[in-house]
């Protein structure tokens, strides 16, 4: 659940934000007194969080499906079921997408599922691994080149986070230090002067 809803916090904003905004949300009470208290009063608790008024309502929405379900708020039933199943329930609660429910699955149940965020997309466009796509096609395209072995999916995310935050930057790739230089089409194709993602 603090996985689930943090990461629904983690939209478009920054690590310490989110943490900020998750143990606000927390003060309010256990689950079910933040599903029944003012959605007003949540967005407040979350706003360190970008996009607090969306998010209050999503996040009180999918709280209270996630207490409809069969396991209330115990989300172990995760670890069992079918793959695809998994990833549909998580998909289908609002404010959850592919990215959000794949972290879930692969972080908290050892799934083999592999979340694509900004950092593995664009490094791996770059790289020419994928053909330019959106983040969510990006999801089925990099997960079928990859073995089914969660520890090595949750390093490479791990890696890959690591990699697109200190080298390869959305601008100004540092190129020049990066250890993937001798594989990556972008830099086969433009050198050290690799444009801002997106440009080209
Ligand atoms: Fe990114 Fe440059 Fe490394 Fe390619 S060589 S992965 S563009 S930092």
């Known amino acids: ?75 172990e039933f995760l670890r069992e079921m079918p793959i695809k199943e998994a990833l549909k329930w998580l998909t289908d609660l609002p404010g959850v997408g592919v990215k959000t429910a794949s972290l879930v699955l692969l972080f908290n149940f050892a799934r083999p599922v592999f979340p694509v965020d900004t950092h593995v997309h664009r490094i791996n466009t770059r790289v020419g691994t994928i053909p330019k796509m959106g983040e969510q096609a990006a999801h089925r395209a990099l997960l079928a080149l990859l073995p089914p072995d969660p520890p090595f999916l949750f390093e490479l995310h791990k890696n890959l986070l690591k990699h697109g935050q200190q080298v390869c930057q ?22 050290d002067r690799v444009p801002s993602f997106g440009e080209k």
């Open 1 to 75: 659940m603090h996985e689930l809803i943090s990461t629904i916090l983690s939209q478009r904003t920054t690590h310490n934000d989110e943490e900020a905004a998750y143990y606000s949300l927390r003060e309010l009470g256990d689950w079910d007194a933040i599903i029944e208290a003012p959605t007003e009063a949540v967005a407040h608790a979350i706003r360190r969080s970008n996009y607090p008024e969306s998010k209050a309502p999503r996040i009180q929405e999918t709280l209270r499906r996630i207490k409809a379900a069969p396991g209330g708020y115990d989300l």
């Open 170 to 191: 959305w601008t100004r790739p540092k190129c020049g230090v990066c250890v993937l230089r001798e594989r990556c089409d972008a830099y086969a194709i433009y050198g």
